[in-house]
């Protein structure tokens, strides 16, 4: 069988539970290698979309190959290729962290003593040797989803599915979850990760499909979709809240686009279509008495991406927090 | 932003050195596991279980004891006085009673146990870990033939309290110890068989409730209108007929007759044609559900 350059190749697929259609015509082409984010709110159908490539959900329509095997004909090849991490870590809890990988590595071929030696070179690997013998319910989340992983490394997967990775968990262990899926790429795997959290899509993938409603309702680069939204943002702090609304229609008449009314009582952001001469603007707010107190201008970020494209904001991870401070915490 | 020291500080990077160095080359890889081992590894799965968590055989263990004597002392007056013939009651009366009782209660206490196995399926099912065994390249039924392997040591335990509690109410079976153990052996495999059918239960079932409420339902006139706490001939004539085509009661005839001593080729025949028929049934429709199951 000649190999087919594509990771995944998905068209018009289709799943309804009831009359709740969860998944309304997805298509989807990821190239071998990389990470490819599929960004979307709760609920708009990534886990389903993700299920049936993983060959758990068989879909009601539509057609698809991952790593050029028809997953309606030859699921259990595609089965051999991949690995699937849960959004809720897929482990016994039960049993122990090392019970949970001999249990895999027999079921995956490896004899009792193989499977035993395989377990613990990954839980020495992953920083979990010490837990060893203790049952997962008594895992931290970090640990948890450490060990979920190290589950799908039992033989090295061509592909990945990654279903939230980071969801619930701390910052310092979603840091050390983004550097093993970094270390994974680099092995050539290929990544397929969905999340709800731009920083995250934004931080790793290197495309990113928008799913909202059950539809991909945007593709390509963080790059590319920055820039279908405009060449970037304004962002303005006034001295006096109490201006701002005037600042507002001011900003709005010249730029000829919307203002964004901040949370901020003084912020206001600006997305600016292309050639918008900034300078002016700010003159004018000058001219009128409007204090500014700064401004930043900026590519736009990937929350404001989600606006332009669905109407509505996405969900941020820890809002206030800013990612560098978090890392070092 | 000082990226290097960051990472040190938690070991990123040395941790990711240590994961690139324990991935596995592809040409290392085994073939998955077969359709046996696979199940095997499944019912090691189950037996870890019952390691963990020692509670989960409290239903195989105090429910029997409590059962046999339970009918046997409350029941037993009464009923050996029809069971013998004589018409006495009392003492002498539950001696008999035990003789004709024990491996009817054997059969109806396994029989209430094999629906544990759907309640218990019901439950694991819903978790992360059975996306995950789904997603793997191994022969699919294994992830139910395993369970219901492992729940055999269930069956298994509860059956050898109940004869051991039946010996010492007064069982002698004329069988000998042989008998006993083909009996035993031959409701072991019924259990199994009869399992499928609570599996197909478990995954119609939105919860461990409905389970068991649907099991409890099937079960009931199923073990009570049999011969396993009267014989028969004492029922009204309808219901005789009923009663004597159940599959439980052709199941405890069998099993009597085995512990008696008396070995029937016929009614062996007929249990494992009964058995044979229900895996054929429900084993098929409940991997049809599993492999369906959202």
């Not at chain 1, 000649?2 to 298509?27: H, I, M």
Request: hydrophobic content about 45%.
């Amino acid at each position: 069988m000649a190999e087919s350059p594509y990771a995944v190749e998905a068209r018009g697929l289709v799943k309804s539970f009831g009359s709740n259609v969860a998944v309304d015509g997805v298509d989807l082409t990821i190239p071998r290698g990389g990470i490819y984010g599929v960004l979307g709110p709760n609920g708009a159908g990534k886990t389903t979309a993700i299920r049936m490539l993983a060959t758990l959900l068989r879909p009601d329509a539509g057609e698809a190959w991952v790593l050029g095997r028809d997953i309606f004909t030859e699921p259990k090849a595609v089965r051999e290729r991949i690995a699937l991490t849960g959004q809720f870590a897929s482990l016994d809890e039960d049993l122990t962290g090392m019970e949970n990988l001999i249990l895999l590595g027999r079921l995956l071929g490896f004899t009792k003593q193989d499977a035993r030696r395989r377990g613990k070179d990954l839980l020495t690997a992953f920083g979990l040797a010490e837990a060893a013998d203790r049952q997962v319910k008594k895992y931290s989340g970090g640990m948890r989803r450490r060990l979920d992983i190290a589950g799908s490394l039992i033989v090295t997967p061509e592909m990945m599915f990654l279903d939230e990775p980071t969801t619930g968990i701390d910052p310092r262990s979603r840091n050390q979850v983004w550097d093993i899926i970094r270390t994974l790429v680099a092995g050539g795997t290929t990544i397929l990760l969905t999340t709800q959290y731009l920083e995250e899509a934004d931080q790793l993938a290197d495309r990113i499909a928008v799913i909202d409603h059950g539809r991909v309702i945007a593709e390509g680069t963080p790059g590319q979709l920055k820039a279908q939204v405009g060449a970037g943002a304004l962002k303005v702090r006034l001295a006096d809240q109490a201006q701002r609304e005037r600042a507002a229609e001011v900003l709005e008449r010249r730029l000829g686009s919307v203002v964004i009314r901040e949370k901020d009582a003084v912020a206001l952001t600006v997305r600016l279509g292309e050639g918008a001469g900034t300078t002016p603007a700010l003159n004018a707010l000058e001219e009128l008495g409007l204090e500014v107190e700064s401004f930043s201008y900026g590519q736009p970020s990937l929350d404001e991406v989600f606006l332009a494209l669905t109407g509505k904001p996405a969900e941020t991870q820890n809002d206030d927090a800013e990612p560098d401070a978090e890392r070092v915490a | 932003m000082s990226q290097t020291s960051i990472r040190s500080e938690h070991g990123g990077s040395a941790e990711a050195a240590r994961i690139q160095r324990v991935l596995l080359p592809a040409d290392q890889r085994p073939s998955p596991s077969g359709p046996i081992s696979g199940s095997v590894t499944f019912g090691w799965r189950a037996l870890l279980k019952i390691k963990h968590i020692p509670m989960q055989l409290f239903d195989v263990t105090i429910f029997p004891i409590m059962m046999t004597v339970m009918f046997t002392f409350i029941f037993g007056g009464a009923m050996g006085a029809i069971v013998s013939g004589t018409g006495q009651t009392g003492g002498p009366a539950v001696s008999e009673y035990v003789q004709f009782f024990i491996p009817g209660i054997f059969v109806q206490t396994l029989i209430m146990i094999t629906m544990y196995t759907g309640v218990t399926l019901n439950k694991d099912i819903s978790k992360g870990i059975f996306d995950r065994f789904r997603s793997l390249p191994i022969w699919r039924p294994a992830q139910l033939v395993g369970a219901l392997l492992g729940d055999q040591v269930r069956y298994g335990l509860a059956g050898t309290i109940i004869l051991t509690v039946g010996f010492l109410v007064g069982f002698r079976p004329v069988g000998g110890l042989l008998g006993v153990l083909a009996g035993f052996v031959l409701l072991l495999v019924c259990s199994f068989c009869l399992s499928w059918v609570w599996t197909m239960v478990s995954l119609l079932m939105p919860s461990e409730e409905a389970v068991m409420g649907v099991s409890m339902t099937i079960i009931f006139p199923l073990t009570f209108a049999s011969n396993i706490f009267v014989p028969t001939e004492t029922m009204p004539g309808w219901l005789e007929g009923i009663v004597e085509a159940n599959p439980v009661s052709v199941l405890v005839s069998a099993i009597r007759e085995l512990m008696d001593g008396t070995f029937d080729p016929g009614s062996i025949v007929s249990v494992l044609i009964y058995s044979a028929v229900v895996v054929a049934v429900f084993a098929p429709v409940s991997m049809y559900l599993y492999n369906r199951k959202s």
